[in-house]
């Protein structure tokens, strides 16, 4: 099974995803971006940070099954051996993954509070110009991509605890 989180910048996705592979072994399907590393994030670990040109070259080699340019970055998920584990997409690369493997993809929605999500961005360190940005990007995206309505489960993200419950059993059904 291949479950994607998905949701709007700041929800959660990448603390979740975390916490499933660290805590509770879930394979994790690795994500490439050109994006600046955040403090706290490992290169290999939350993401493999590569430079435009590398993800030229990954994406002109057929490494990639899916990217997206999203608030000026390039964000991709890489081919391995066994597409089996948990991935962070965003709206359109889940819906992507999803046609393209029907009976494997399940899609996990983070739904947050817009208030919350910008103390949240805040909190991690993002410039204010950032979230502002982010924000914008998201409310466009988010609204009309029909997102929700295909998602399999979602979770309204406040008590990380109880998300992580919520997901753990829908890996086991
Ligand atoms: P995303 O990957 O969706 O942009 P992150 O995983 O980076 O979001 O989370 C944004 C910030 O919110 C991080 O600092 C993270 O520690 C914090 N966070 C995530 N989930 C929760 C939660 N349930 N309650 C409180 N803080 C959270």
Do not use: C
Not at 29 to 53: A, Q, S
Not at 107 to 120: A, G, K, Q
Not at 138 to 154: T, V
Request: proline fraction near 3%.
């Amino acid at each position: 099974m291949i479950l994607v989180i998905t949701g709007p910048s700041g929800s959660g996705k990448s603390t979740v995803r975390r916490i499933l592979t660290e805590r509770f072994g879930v394979p994790r399907l690795m994500n490439v971006t050109t994006r600046d590393k955040r403090p706290g994030e490992v290169d290999g670990v939350d993401y493999l940070f590569i430079t435009g040109d590398g993800f030229e070259q990954m994406k002109s080699q057929g490494k990639l099954i899916e990217w997206v340019e999203y608030s000026g970055n390039f964000y991709g998920l890489a081919k391995s051996d066994s597409m089996d584990g948990v991935t962070v997409l965003e709206t359109e690369g889940a819906l992507r993954l999803k046609k393209m493997f029907p009976d494997e993809v399940k899609i996990v929605y983070l739904e947050v509070p817009e208030e919350t999500r910008r103390d949240r961005m805040l909190g991690r360190g993002d410039t204010p110009d950032e979230v502002v940005n982010r924000l914008k990007t998201d409310r466009e995206k988010f609204e009309n991509s029909g997102i929700k309505q295909r998602s399999d489960l979602i979770i309204h993200n406040m008590d990380l605890d109880r998300a992580i419950e919520e997901i753990l059993r829908i890996i086991k059904e």
